[in-house]
């Protein structure tokens, strides 16, 4: 029996016209069978973002920066309301090196702390896009140069950008992980996490911290970044509008996310 649920944001909850209202009645009638549910997003936890997650459950454990962070919400009004109980901070080293060779190339780089900044090297108009997708305003700054470490960056990659380039010279103490979001199509999200920090690797920690193992668990995603983590739970729902390659490795298919295909997903685990 599946005890708990990972829900990926874009393409999964999110489509071009935000979060279909069918997917919050089978929210509840999860939570009411004692299902959790947990957010797990390259998104910083903040903004539209930390309001998805306090919807899926306001008290418990969810995903953010690609498995960089993992937040603990809470109702007590005698405890943080959004708490960090696992930060995996980028090293120093790797940082110079991706922030350099994306300036060198041209593309534009985002950097986000445990403690939510979130800046901005530069100007693009794709800056401006996300920004709104996320819900958050960044601060321009030299990446180099922040009063805080680093556990993500970001790079934002149109069409025409030398993506293979910047991918072929990363330092190898980092993980890339590649994702779209049907709300800036064209777009590639390139995260860049500590090496072996991912989506899965922050899965299991959330699993084990509720005394569960991954097959107990299911993972709703459409993404090439969610496949180990599809791979790798007892169930492993792909939405329809996920590409090929992901929904081969899924043991269901729903529908796409503009069809309700999260509802039917959920729904589906009730019997």
Not at 27 to 53: D, F, M, N, Q, W
Not at 113 to 130: M, Q, R
Not at 164 to 169: C, I, N, P, V
Request: glycine share 12%; net charge negative.
């Amino acid at each position: 029996m599946v005890r708990l649920v990972f829900v990926d944001v874009d393409g999964t909850l999110v489509g071009k016209e935000g979060v279909p209202e069918c997917v919050w009645p089978a929210v509840e009638a999860l939570r009411a069978k004692g299902i959790r549910l947990s957010l797990i997003t390259g998104r910083p936890g903040r903004g539209h973002a930390l309001a998805y997650a306090r919807r899926l459950a306001p008290a418990g454990l969810h995903v953010f920066e690609s498995g960089a962070v993992v937040l603990r919400l809470s109702q007590d009004p005698h405890e943080p309301p959004a708490a960090p109980v696992l930060v995996e901070a980028l090293a120093r080293k790797e940082v110079e090196e991706a922030v350099r060779l994306a300036r060198r190339l041209g593309l534009p780089l985002e950097g986000y702390t445990a403690e939510g900044g979130f800046y901005v090297e530069g100007e693009s108009p794709l800056f401006l896009a996300h920004q709104e997708l996320l819900g958050l305003r960044a601060e321009g700054a030299d990446l180099l140069h922040l009063p805080s470490p680093l556990v993500r960056l970001q790079v934002l990659a149109g069409p025409e950008a030398p993506l293979g380039a910047f991918l072929d010279r990363l330092p190898p103490g980092l993980s890339p992980h590649i994702a779209e979001s049907p709300k800036m199509p064209g777009v590639r999200f390139v995260s860049l996490t500590k090496k072996g920090v991912s989506k899965l690797s922050a899965a299991r920690f959330v699993a084990e911290a509720y005394g569960l193992g991954l097959e107990a668990c299911a993972m709703v995603g459409d993404g090439e970044n969610d496949l180990e983590l599809l791979r790798a739970v007892g169930l492993g729902v792909a939405m329809g509008n996920a590409p090929e390659s992901v929904r081969k490795a899924a043991q269901r298919v729903v529908a796409p996310v503009e069809a309700c295909g999260l509802a039917e997903a959920l729904l589906g685990l009730l019997g």
